[in-house]
């Protein structure tokens, strides 16, 4: 059965910390990976990987795979109050346009 | 960037009745859209793939006589429960593709929740 683990389940931290976020996955086909940042409602889209250790970055966000191990990081430096969300990684298929999410990881900056 | 909106955002419905959930692409045309459901603390699970102009795909374990899905024009799908019973109260997410974007890249909608009494 395919499936996306992300850990922890849920994360606090203090303003300013810099948290790692961790998905792994066991699906068949491997296509591609994604993130997704949830804040009560709909999830925004933040990156897909597809190649191995080739790091995807965006301002204090940075995201990287390893097709070897099955797993990506989500890094968030320098965290800020507004960084307060459900962090979701999905996995593709080839050949499907599906997506299977993990349960997400709950982060909670606090000032 | 590109917009999906759904109406209601919220809705509380009797045990037995209908329920119609709109999703809208706002500034693109979507071929594809998808309707997720997700239950509190869990994640995201994919319940049909909706095509304009065909039927829909569902998922194993869904059934497609309880959730009509309509994807009557490039902008418009829609999801109805049919004879809602509480255990289908959730939240319910729709996503659209962008065309020319990449396959598995979707914008996804701001959610319903359903709440069956």
């Known amino acids: 059965e395919d499936k996306v683990v992300q850990s922890p389940l849920s994360l606090v931290v203090h303003e300013g910390d810099t948290v790692t976020l961790n998905c792994s996955y066991e699906?068949?086909?491997?296509?591609?990976l994604l993130w997704y940042k949830q804040e009560k409602k709909a999830p925004t889209f933040l990156f897909m990987l597809?190649?191995?250790?080739i790091e995807k970055k965006s301002g204090r966000l940075s995201s990287i795979l390893d097709k070897k191990e099955l797993f990506s990081i989500l890094n968030i430096t320098a965290t800020q109050t507004g960084d307060s969300a459900v962090y979701l990684c999905?996995?593709?298929?080839?050949?499907?346009?599906?997506?299977?999410f993990g349960k997400g990881t709950k982060l909670t900056v606090n000032p | 960037g590109a917009v999906v909106s759904q109406h209601p955002s919220w809705v509380i419905c009797k045990s037995g009745t209908s329920v119609k959930i709109e999703c809208r692409s706002l500034?693109?045309?979507?071929?594809?859209m998808f309707w997720y459901r997700q239950f509190p603390k869990q994640s995201l699970m994919l319940m049909a793939t909706?095509?304009?102009?065909?039927?829909?795909?569902?998922e194993q374990g869904v059934e497609k006589d309880k959730f009509l899905i309509n994807h009557a024009s490039l902008t418009l799908s829609t999801l109805t429960v049919t004879s809602a019973h509480p255990e289908d109260s959730s939240f319910y997410i729709c996503?659209?593709?962008?065309?020319?974007?990449?396959?598995?890249?979707?914008?996804f909608g701001p959610g319903t929740r359903l709440t069956v009494t």
């Open positions: 500034d693109f045309q979507a071929t594809t």
């Open positions: 597809t190649s191995s250790g």
């Open positions: 996503s659209a593709r962008v065309p020319g974007g990449t396959l598995v890249e979707q914008y």
């Open positions: 909706s095509n304009e102009g065909s039927k829909a795909t569902y």
């Open positions: 699906v068949t086909n491997f296509r591609s």
């Open positions: 999905a996995v593709s298929q080839g050949g499907s346009e599906k997506l299977v």
